[in-house]
């Protein structure tokens, strides 16, 4: 009985050092740094799409890390929705709405879908991750069922990664940008009076700003609109608050007229303070008469950080943002003036830059979307060209300040831009949000399940004084059912080609204890419910039927996915170390990040790294524990049972010093036992640990 594993190695259908095309790469003299230059409007490298080429593996043995060599994460594009990945690192990289959705994570939320609460999981992700690539997959389902939801009919936000080359992904992403900070206010308003945040300035008139969510406290333009009749002057006020900015560009007036200024500074606060002309009747004067409407905020009201989308729909708006004479449209620093009673602030706020989303336009080819970002842990480390980086989805680079702002050509198209206060240290205070999961959790036993069999109830919760200290063990095993099947196409040659993979979601998830008097009963034995389509419950690898996972068919414990993944954040935090049998694709699949240190995988433990081969569950169970698994059906508590038994197996083994006879013996084993009875190849497949049935051997 033997296993098998594909060597990994590099795939994609691009390769950095391919410099084939027109585009000259240069180094500068004592420098190792990269400058392009660029010919024809060429794009670089380093902005271009990367395509996975799928493996029967899926993308477990693409090499992501030779296109990330840095300690930021990138995200993965291999499901659907993934054009978001750029707003989510721009998300992620400002520190005020990082600590707001952390936090939002550690409330009682009792949203099954919030874009908030999945916010939170993924910059948690990315923070944790170090430069290991993520993916965001439970922020980009909630995104889809949001988006098609009846209260939101917003089905041009999703994306199901097969569209025309024709799609507009900066109007797309630009659409979704206020989309997403929507959700974000409303969600967040989950206090019964929101912590305020913002420190009181001197003269501040935000009363309305510090009870609002928040989201709005950080983003919130908390205006006036000032309207004015043209016949008879009458002027009244309306309040108006708005999260983002969107830019308004100035039209060519006759010769004989002063032309607007069209720099950037005054181009946003024209947008910010925009004036407006439109028709009604006064109630004043009682006639059709034409009204001006303008927003009225003074200086220090503007808010902590500008969300801007740059409405960028025609070529004469375009080419404001092109370089000039080595000029670039966009600054780094820029100072803001608003206005109050129709009068312009003498004193301003400066601004900033921190990010920005750009859409790269290719020749033939899908356009595609990228985050620039000045990175907040990197403005202070001397090893790097600048803390400016480029994130193209999992491609991450360095760059200069220089090429972040620089627009040489048309295929770079800004769509979002973010500016932070130069004083927001001074203007924030996070104290007030809170900080930790309730770690109680693991000690309800929760199921909205409407026909639970208290005959089918495996697990304990802990009692208060078990809960888990850094360290403690615990062995965790997960089953999966398929959302979509894998797409693939044959080609002329007789080869199948893989497009995208299956989509897995997670169904079930045990947790035992690792140690102590109740070692190897669990604690969390939890079916997920799901509200969208299964395609496949995988039975005969899952154990999962039909009904299993519906809260009025299950007779099992059914848990929302959200409470799940809350509980398993909470021991990762705790500092619990995870064992199991091929953990690396489940922690993916169930899109949690849990750091080296804290997983023992018993499929690295019984591992010959000559042999290149990987023995599955079920083999090392029959040959160490001489226990027969999976005989029928996975389960997965018998399976987290049979690696926690293989780890302590291995430990013997060790302090008696004979793991090493041991481990070669079972690669003797596994290729040479022949059974008429108990016969089969056992793969250790990267997209799920299964045996594959054979003839007997004769």
Request: hydrophobic share 35%; glycine share 6%.
């Given at each position: 009985?033997?296993?098998f594993?594909?060597?990994?190695?590099?795939?994609s259908?691009l390769?950095?050092?391919?410099l084939?095309?027109?585009?000259?790469?240069?180094?500068q003299?004592?420098?190792?740094?990269?400058v392009?230059?660029?010919?024809?409007?060429?794009?670089?490298?380093?902005?271009?799409?990367?395509?996975?080429?799928?493996?029967k593996?899926?993308v477990?043995?693409?090499?992501?890390?030779?296109?990330?060599k840095?300690?930021?994460?990138?995200l993965?594009?291999?499901?659907?929705n993934?054009?978001t990945?750029s707003?989510?690192q721009?998300?992620?990289?400002c520190?005020?709405?990082?600590?707001?959705a952390?936090?939002?994570?550690t409330?009682?939320?009792?949203?099954e879908?919030?874009?908030?609460?999945?916010l939170?999981?993924v910059?948690?992700m990315?923070e944790?991750?170090?430069?290991?690539?993520?993916?965001?997959s439970?922020?980009?389902?909630t995104?889809?069922v949001l988006?098609?939801?009846?209260?939101?009919n917003?089905?041009e936000?999703?994306?199901?990664?097969?569209q025309?080359?024709r799609?507009?992904?900066?109007?797309?992403?630009?659409?979704?940008?206020?989309?997403?900070?929507?959700?974000?206010?409303?969600?967040?308003?989950?206090?019964?009076?929101?912590?305020p945040?913002?420190n009181?300035?001197?003269?501040?008139?935000?009363?309305?700003?510090?009870?609002?969510?928040?989201?709005?406290q950080?983003?919130?333009?908390?205006?006036?609109?000032?309207?004015?009749c043209?016949s008879?002057?009458?002027v009244?006020?309306k309040?108006?608050m708005?999260?983002?900015?969107?830019?308004?560009?100035?039209?060519?007036?006759?010769?004989?007229?002063?032309?607007?200024?069209t720099?950037?500074?005054?181009?946003?606060?024209?947008?910010?303070?925009?004036?407006?002309?439109?028709?009604a009747?006064?109630?004043?004067c009682?006639?059709?008469?034409?009204?001006?409407?303008r927003r009225?905020?003074?200086s220090r009201?503007?808010?902590p950080?500008?969300a801007?989308?740059?409405?960028?729909?025609?070529?004469?708006?375009?080419?404001?943002?092109?370089d000039?004479?080595?000029?670039?449209?966009?600054?780094?620093?820029?100072?803001?003036?608003g206005?109050a009673d129709?009068?312009?602030?003498?004193?301003?706020?400066?601004?900033?830059?921190?990010?920005?989303?750009v859409?790269?336009?290719?020749r033939d080819?899908?356009?595609?979307?990228v985050?620039?970002?000045?990175?907040p842990?990197?403005?202070?480390?001397?090893?790097?060209?600048?803390?400016?980086?480029?994130?193209?989805?999992?491609?991450?680079?360095?760059?200069?300040?220089?090429?972040?702002?620089?627009?040489?050509?048309?295929?770079?198209?800004?769509a979002i831009?973010?500016?932070e206060?130069?004083?927001?240290?001074e203007?924030?205070d996070?104290s007030?949000?809170?900080?930790?999961?309730?770690?109680?959790?693991?000690?309800h036993?929760t199921?909205?399940s409407?026909?639970?069999?208290?005959?089918?109830?495996?697990?304990?919760?802990l009692?208060?004084?078990?809960?888990?200290?850094?360290?403690?063990?615990?062995?965790?095993?997960?089953?999966?059912?398929?959302?979509?099947?894998?797409e693939?196409?044959?080609?002329?040659?007789?080869?199948?080609?893989?497009?995208?993979?299956?989509?897995?979601?997670l169904a079930?998830?045990?947790v035992?204890?690792g140690d102590?008097?109740?070692?190897?009963?669990?604690f969390?034995?939890?079916h997920?419910?799901?509200?969208?389509?299964?395609?496949d419950?995988?039975t005969?690898?899952?154990?999962?039927?039909?009904?299993?996972?519906?809260?009025?068919l299950?007779?099992?414990?059914?848990?929302p996915?959200?409470?799940?993944?809350?509980?398993?954040?909470?021991l990762?935090?705790?500092?619990?170390?995870?064992i199991?049998?091929?953990?690396?694709k489940?922690?993916?699949?169930i899109?949690?990040?849990?750091?080296?240190?804290?997983?023992?995988d018993t499929?690295?433990?019984?591992?010959?790294k000559?042999?290149?081969?990987?023995?599955s569950?079920?083999?090392?169970?029959w040959?160490?524990l001489?226990?027969h698994?999976?005989?029928?059906v996975?389960?997965?508590?018998?399976d987290?049972?049979?690696?926690l038994k293989?780890?302590?197996?291995y430990?013997?083994?060790k302090e008696?010093g004979t793991f090493?006879?041991?481990?070669?013996?079972?690669?003797?084993?596994?290729?040479?036992?022949?059974?008429?009875?108990?016969?089969?190849?056992?793969?250790?497949?990267?997209?799920?640990?299964?045996?594959?049935q054979t003839?007997p051997?004769?």
């Amino acid at each position: 009985m033997v296993a098998f594993e594909v060597e990994r190695q590099p795939r994609s259908g691009l390769r950095f050092n391919d410099l084939s095309r027109p585009l000259k790469l240069l180094l500068q003299a004592g420098s190792s740094t990269p400058v392009f230059e660029y010919v024809d409007g060429e794009v670089p490298q380093m902005y271009r799409q990367v395509e996975i080429e799928y493996s029967k593996f899926g993308v477990e043995d693409f090499d992501f890390g030779f296109y990330n060599k840095t300690e930021y994460s990138g995200l993965e594009t291999h499901i659907f929705n993934s054009y978001t990945n750029s707003l989510l690192q721009v998300m992620h990289y400002c520190l005020p709405i990082r600590n707001v959705a952390k936090s939002h994570i550690t409330t009682k939320c009792t949203r099954e879908h919030c874009l908030l609460c999945e916010l939170g999981f993924v910059v948690r992700m990315l923070e944790d991750a170090k430069g290991t690539n993520c993916q965001s997959s439970n922020f980009c389902k909630t995104v889809g069922v949001l988006a098609l939801g009846i209260t939101s009919n917003s089905i041009e936000l999703v994306d199901y990664g097969r569209q025309d080359i024709r799609v507009d992904y900066a109007y797309r992403i630009q659409v979704f940008h206020r989309f997403l900070i929507e959700h974000l206010s409303s969600e967040g308003n989950y206090f019964a009076k929101n912590p305020p945040m913002l420190n009181t300035l001197s003269g501040s008139s935000k009363s309305r700003l510090l009870s609002a969510a928040p989201i709005t406290q950080l983003l919130g333009i908390d205006s006036k609109n000032v309207i004015t009749c043209t016949s008879c002057g009458a002027v009244r006020g309306k309040d108006n608050m708005t999260h983002l900015v969107d830019l308004t560009y100035p039209r060519k007036g006759p010769s004989n007229e002063p032309h607007p200024a069209t720099d950037f500074p005054s181009i946003l606060r024209h947008s910010l303070l925009r004036q407006i002309i439109h028709k009604a009747t006064c109630q004043q004067c009682l006639v059709p008469t034409s009204f001006t409407s303008r927003r009225s905020i003074p200086s220090r009201d503007l808010p902590p950080i500008l969300a801007i989308n740059a409405c960028i729909y025609n070529e004469e708006n375009l080419n404001l943002w092109l370089d000039v004479k080595g000029q670039t449209f966009l600054q780094t620093r820029i100072q803001l003036f608003g206005q109050a009673d129709g009068v312009d602030d003498s004193i301003g706020v400066e601004y900033v830059i921190r990010s920005l989303v750009v859409q790269i336009l290719t020749r033939d080819a899908q356009s595609h979307l990228v985050a620039i970002v000045r990175v907040p842990e990197a403005e202070r480390r001397v090893d790097l060209v600048s803390p400016w980086f480029i994130f193209n989805d999992f491609v991450v680079r360095n760059i200069s300040e220089e090429e972040a702002l620089s627009f040489p050509d048309k295929w770079k198209v800004p769509a979002i831009i973010y500016y932070e206060r130069n004083d927001l240290h001074e203007v924030l205070d996070y104290s007030g949000l809170p900080g930790s999961i309730d770690e109680t959790i693991l000690c309800h036993d929760t199921s909205i399940s409407q026909n639970r069999d208290p005959r089918l109830i495996k697990h304990e919760v802990l009692l208060p004084n078990e809960l888990p200290q850094p360290g403690s063990l615990v062995a965790i095993d997960a089953e999966f059912v398929s959302m979509q099947q894998e797409e693939t196409e044959f080609r002329s040659d007789g080869r199948k080609r893989v497009l995208r993979p299956a989509r897995l979601s997670l169904a079930r998830v045990s947790v035992l204890r690792g140690d102590g008097p109740k070692e190897g009963i669990p604690f969390i034995d939890d079916h997920i419910h799901t509200s969208e389509a299964i395609v496949d419950y995988l039975t005969e690898f899952s154990g999962i039927k039909f009904g299993d996972l519906d809260p009025h068919l299950s007779r099992h414990t059914l848990t929302p996915l959200k409470l799940v993944y809350k509980k398993l954040r909470l021991l990762v935090d705790r500092g619990c170390v995870f064992i199991g049998h091929g953990l690396s694709k489940d922690f993916r699949i169930i899109n949690i990040y849990v750091p080296p240190e804290q997983v023992i995988d018993t499929v690295d433990l019984y591992f010959l790294k000559p042999r290149q081969r990987r023995l599955s569950l079920r083999f090392l169970s029959w040959a160490v524990l001489h226990e027969h698994i999976q005989t029928d059906v996975h389960d997965s508590i018998e399976d987290a049972r049979s690696a926690l038994k293989l780890h302590k197996a291995y430990n013997d083994f060790k302090e008696a010093g004979t793991f090493d006879e041991k481990l070669d013996e079972l690669y003797t084993q596994g290729r040479l036992y022949v059974n008429p009875v108990f016969c089969y190849i056992v793969i250790f497949d990267l997209l799920r640990c299964s045996e594959l049935q054979t003839a007997p051997a004769i």
